[in-house]
């Protein structure tokens, strides 16, 4: 139970970490003085890209239970 909490912890960090920026984003928001900007426009990314990774774990759960009740008659 401990690993699967572990595992579950690092990937709700990851996005902390990454780096969403395509080349172009990054070459224009670097030679600006402030890194608001390049900061606001990184988390922008991450937050939108994280709606379709939420969507489709929410499917693949579904059909993995669905799957599972129809093997399991007892639940």
Do not use: T
């Amino acid at each position: 139970m401990k690993v699967k909490l572990g595992i579950f912890l690092l990937l709700l960090l990851m996005p902390a970490l990454a780096e969403a920026q395509c080349a172009m984003c990054r070459a224009v928001l670097e030679s600006e003085d402030s890194q608001a900007a390049a900061q606001g426009i990184n988390d922008g990314i991450v937050y939108l890209m994280v709606f379709p990774y939420l969507l489709m774990g929410g499917i693949a759960f579904f059909i993995y239970r669905s799957f599972r009740s129809k093997k399991d008659p007892s639940s």
